[in-house]
């Protein structure tokens, strides 16, 4: 018990240190993913940033030097030219709007004229126009003013501007810095995070939201889109400050830790218990239970220590005892059951060919064949003498193969060479396998009772051994007369397959009768570990020898193999 105890601190600890790895891990993939946020923004917030400047700087430069109406403004045309000359600027412009947004307002300025005109649409009050067309008049014509972005700051706000004078014409494209960082507005940058906007010579002319600086830089995520770098008239800073951004996140990954050790200690007490009082007095008595002696199906069990099980525990010894003395009984009663109705399934194949026997022996006796007699006589023996042999389950193959040839020999002679049989067994260690008793020469005498070929034609049958895997033995049987009916066909497939092996009945006419018995004893030797098929074919086996219109009765079987270990199961061939 101290040993599960110091199991369960070792667990909780490993838990609560896999928690507080699993929320740092948390914490820490929530600000690169942050990170990677925050640079795609502003990278493509800059990447719009120099589109817009740039279309606004190429049109001022082309429009001053390159427009025609701007000679008309340079030199003072009458009224109606100008006004003209303005409203397709202006219209040019409106146009435009797609390339450098809204905000952006464009004015021209004539020296020579002292006139100052608006060439789009004004988005500031009248008295900061005022201001602005001041201040950018008297800084038209300094040089270094010239063909760059300046800062505009009046009372009201402060501004950007863009100059560029030809020929005594001054055009001017201003933009507010206010809307500079409309773009970023949903951004979420903590309470102490900022945007920062600065000139070229690092003259910062924006800062929106937090303080700069802080003790502590590593919550903070920065990207910046730098003047030097990409082109842009300013440069663009951006911190986030991740710790009050997403201090939540963290603050609930702690509470959840904390809710885990609250529950990690219950659990751990209400385990205490349930070991102590559960599962220690299960284990004792499970202890008991495992001197459970095989030999004799005795146990003995000690449960003094536990009270709960005491009574239990005598009423399972004697529960114990009761069924493996039952056990042993079905089992036993089982085996004579089983061997009961092997024997007699063997038995009712025999008065077949009793019957047949005896009934050539008299019609060779009344013709007065002393010789066919005799023979007959000596053939019957023999083959009597295998059948009171083949009591045990099993025999080998050979003597199986030895009495068929005997059975045809006896038919033979009592028909008049009726009948042609062959053999195919190209592994000759499978007539050492074995068989049940009495199967094969089952097929063979339906065959040579129920086939009938075409008129003189010799019934052919033929036997052939393989070995289709290591385990396994297959017989087939086929001969070269008009088949199995289409009736009967259909009840031996239904007896023998559909995976009730051993459940078909013989039909109402008793055909058959030793096939079915076959198909039962099969089953019970063999469980389900084999295989019967009955069929029609237009060849016979392997022989290749074609038997015309005529469908022969083809069986294949299909059974484990079995070498012969014993002398129990040999009968005597003379």
């Known amino acids: 018990m101290i040993n599960a105890l110091y199991g369960l601190v070792i667990l909780v600890a490993v838990l609560m240190i896999l928690n507080a790895v699993a929320s740092l891990l948390s914490l820490w993939q929530i600000a690169r993913n942050n990170t990677a946020d925050l640079e795609r923004t502003v990278s493509s917030y800059g990447n719009t940033q120099q589109q817009r400047f740039s279309s606004v700087r190429h049109y001022v430069e082309w429009t001053v030097i390159n427009e025609p109406t701007m000679e008309d403004i340079e030199k003072d045309a009458a009224t109606g030219i100008i006004a003209k000359d303005l409203n397709d600027l202006r219209s040019r412009i409106l146009d435009m709007r797609y390339s450098f947004g809204n905000d952006f307002m464009f004015f021209v300025y004539a020296n020579e004229s002292q006139h100052y005109y608006s060439l789009s649409q004004i988005n500031i009050s009248y008295g900061e126009y005022l201001a602005i067309r001041d201040s950018v008049i008297a800084n038209a014509f300094v040089r270094q003013n010239l063909f760059r972005w300046n800062n505009l700051t009046t009372q009201n706000g402060s501004y950007l501007y863009y100059a560029v004078t030809h020929r005594g014409i001054t055009m001017i494209a201003l933009v507010p810095l206010s809307s500079l960082t409309d773009p970023l507005d949903d951004l979420n940058l903590g309470r102490r995070g900022y945007i920062s906007m600065k000139l070229p010579d690092h003259t910062e002319f924006l800062h929106q939201s937090g303080t700069d600086g802080s003790a502590f830089d590593l919550f903070y995520n920065t990207a910046e889109y730098p003047y030097e770098k990409e082109g842009l008239p300013y440069t663009v800073r951006v911190r986030a400050d991740i710790l009050s951004s997403y201090g939540e996140q963290l603050i609930r990954q702690l509470i959840m830790l904390a809710i885990l050790f609250l529950a990690e200690l219950v659990t751990g007490l209400y385990l205490y218990r349930m070991f102590h009082h559960i599962m220690m007095p299960l284990e004792d008595f499970n202890r008991e ?39 042993i009984g079905i089992y036993e009663d089982e085996l004579a059951r089983r061997k009961f109705e092997i024997t007699f399934l063997q038995h009712q194949i025999r008065p077949h060919f009793y019957l047949n026997c005896l009934s050539t022996i008299g019609s060779m006796a009344e013709l007065g064949d002393t010789k066919g007699v005799q023979d007959m006589v000596k053939f019957t023996s023999r083959y009597m003498r295998y059948l009171f042999q083949a009591d045990q389950d099993f025999v080998m193959l050979e003597f199986e193969l030895y009495h068929i040839r005997a059975y045809l020999d006896i038919q033979n002679m009592r028909m008049g060479q009726c009948f042609t049989y062959e053999e195919n067994i190209p592994n000759r260690d ?21 086939a009938q070929p075409d008129g003189n034609a010799q019934l052919t049958i033929h036997i052939d051994v393989t070995d ?27 007896a023998a397959g559909d995976g009730s092996h051993g459940d078909g009945q013989p039909s109402a006419d008793g055909h058959h009768i030793g096939i079915y018995n076959c198909i039962r004893r099969l089953s019970l030797l063999y469980n389900e570990d084999y295989s019967l098929q009955f069929s029609n074919s237009d060849t016979v086996a392997d022989t290749g020898k074609t038997t015309g219109a005529l469908h022969g009765a083809h069986i294949l079987l299909e059974i484990p193999r079995r070498m012969n270990h014993t002398r129990c199961d040999e009968v005597t061939i003379e």
């Open 430 to 450: 499978d007539l050492h396998m074995q068989i049940p008793p009495l199967l094969l020469i089952t097929f063979i005498e339906n065959c040579v009772k129920h």
């Open 468 to 494: 289709p895997a290591p385990d396994r033995l297959l017989i087939q049987i086929s001969d070269s007369g008009q088949g199995f009916s289409e009736e009967t066909l259909s009840l031996l497939q239904r």
């Open 289 to 327: 239970l495992s001197g459970i002696r095989t030999e004799d199906g005795l146990i003995n069990l000690d449960s003094r220590r536990i009270q709960e099980l005491a009574q239990a525990s005598s009423r399972f010894h004697e529960l114990v005892q009761e069924i493996q003395h039952l056990r």
